[in-house]
């Protein structure tokens, strides 16, 4: 008689990392470090390989391995989880997903209908790319030059059917190469999902009829989504690829996913969980952004829905929530709400997304709706200031956009935020180099932002922190 063994997934956390080897980063990774003045921390440290292998030997198989979060995702069934559990070494056992079958959930597949409402199969004409890239007044920044080289990023999705094939990605150069988190069967570029190919075309994508918005970026793909199921393993492995790309030295991680109801409804946020602080992918965006890099996040598409507010890991610190707009800057209403459940403007700015133009796998320039497409088009525009500025950091680069939005004096703080960039703008202003406290209209609760020398701090009551979140000296 054969006995049915059941595997779920866990994260197991470690007590400590006992060995201090050297930090997994590129050259790339330690330069920047080092430019803007980024210290190597405990996060930075591996994993204890003697741990893993502890977790092996007692049966367990490791998905993936957090540096930040000193811990490992790893399959196993519930009587090797309990031996885990007694490990002296391991702090906490958490399950992160149940035992799935190979057919997607209802969950998950009312979210893939939800990330892409709208799709014409039309071939559209040049001007209306032209349209959504004038909205945030791009177009003067690439005609003086500045279209994201030099500026290297990363886009991840759940997948990206067909795209090392398309000749609109014509600069094959700029792609420097791919990872996948997820526990998919299929290749990278095969089947498993079209959304992450339509992303990258708004920033990529070159033909004669349709440009993106940093045809010159460097990139790498990664693929987080999954199908089987709707899962919080999946916010996991949103962290690692968090983290690869900070070991890759990448400046700026565009991301159109977010996460809040599971198919297993004991694991849905509450609402009041859309702090910033609640799960680990949105404190992996927040480490992100603290280790120097630009983390732009789709705001969600729950508008017209029961839900109708953000998901993880829009709900993040110093990052970029993007809400969705049409071309002549109006709402859309599927955009998802804020505020964040602290009170912190959410989503930060807004890009077309309400019939936004962009290039589906078969080559054909469509229009579809979704904060989704909206969040490459920030990115794409981040990346070009950006190689305009090369000396600032990502803070910077953030503050610039945020302060050149135009409702920047006067948030709307439910769907709009600061409003629509203007990436001329952005690029050719001068940062305070005084201290100025931000007016936080609306807000009883955000903190105050401060620069100094071009530096960003946040004021919280009588202390000062920098963009770290180490205390400073607050004269």
Not at 10 to 18: E, I, N, Q
Not at 357 to 382: D, H
């Amino acid at each position: 008689m054969l006995l049915l063994v059941i595997l779920h997934i866990y994260f197991v956390s470690f007590l400590d990392k006992p060995e201090k080897s050297v930090p997994q980063l590129s050259p790339r990774a330690v330069e920047q470090r080092e430019r803007w003045n980024i210290p190597t921390d405990e996060k930075d440290y591996p994993v204890s390989p003697l741990y893993l292998g502890e977790l092996q030997k007692a049966g367990a198989y490791v998905h993936h391995v957090s540096r930040w979060f000193n811990g490992a995702t790893v399959e196993m069934d519930e009587e090797t989880a309990e031996k885990v559990r007694a490990m002296t070494f391991v702090t906490d056992v958490e399950m992160t997903r149940e035992a799935v079958s190979s057919r997607p959930s209802a969950l998950s597949r009312q979210k893939s209908a939800l990330s892409r409402q709208l799709s014409e199969a039309r071939t559209l004409q040049q001007a209306y790319s032209d349209k959504q890239l004038a909205l945030y007044n791009l177009p003067p920044l690439h005609e003086a030059g500045f279209e994201g080289q030099g500026i290297l990023m990363v886009v991840c999705d759940g997948g990206f059917y067909n795209a090392q094939t398309l000749s609109c990605f014509r600069q094959k150069e700029l792609e420097l190469g791919h990872f996948d988190f997820t526990d998919d069967t299929d290749d990278f570029y095969g089947t498993t999902g079209a959304h992450g190919t339509e992303c990258l075309s708004t920033v990529s994508a070159l033909t004669a009829e349709y440009k993106g918005a940093a045809t010159k970026a460097p990139y790498y793909l990664m693929r987080a989504e999954e199908n089987a199921t709707e899962s919080p393993k999946e916010m996991d492995n949103l962290v690692v690829a968090l983290e690869k790309a900070d070991s890759l030295g990448a400046n700026i991680f565009s991301v159109s996913l977010g996460y809040a109801m599971f198919d297993n409804e004991e694991w849905t946020l509450h609402k009041d969980e859309l702090d910033g602080r609640s799960t680990r992918s949105s404190l992996a965006a927040t480490i992100a952004a603290r280790k120097g890099m630009l983390v732009c996040v789709a705001a969600g598409n729950e508008g017209n829905g029961a839900w109708k507010t953000l998901s993880s890991p829009a709900d993040a610190d110093s990052i970029l929530a993007v809400g969705a707009v049409d071309t002549l800057g109006q709402i859309g209403s599927f955009s998802s709400y804020g505020p964040s459940a602290d009170g912190r403007v959410k989503p930060e700015v807004c890009a077309v997304g309400v019939k936004s133009v962009l290039v589906n796998p078969g080559g054909t320039i469509v229009a579809s709706n979704g904060t989704s497409f909206a969040t490459p088009l920030i990115a794409g525009m981040a990346a070009c200031i950006w190689s305009a500025l090369p000396e600032e950091n990502a803070m910077q680069i953030r503050e610039r956009i945020i302060r050149s939005a135009d409702r920047y004096g006067n948030p709307y703080k439910e769907q709009y935020g600061y409003g629509i960039p203007d990436a001329w703008k952005a690029y050719s202003m001068t940062l305070p180099t005084e201290i100025e406290e931000v007016e936080n209209q609306n807000s009883k609760v955000e903190n105050s932002k401060v620069l100094r020398n071009g530096q960003l701090y946040i004021i919280r009551g009588k202390r000062v922190f920098d963009i770290l979140g180490r205390e400073c000296d607050n004269r």
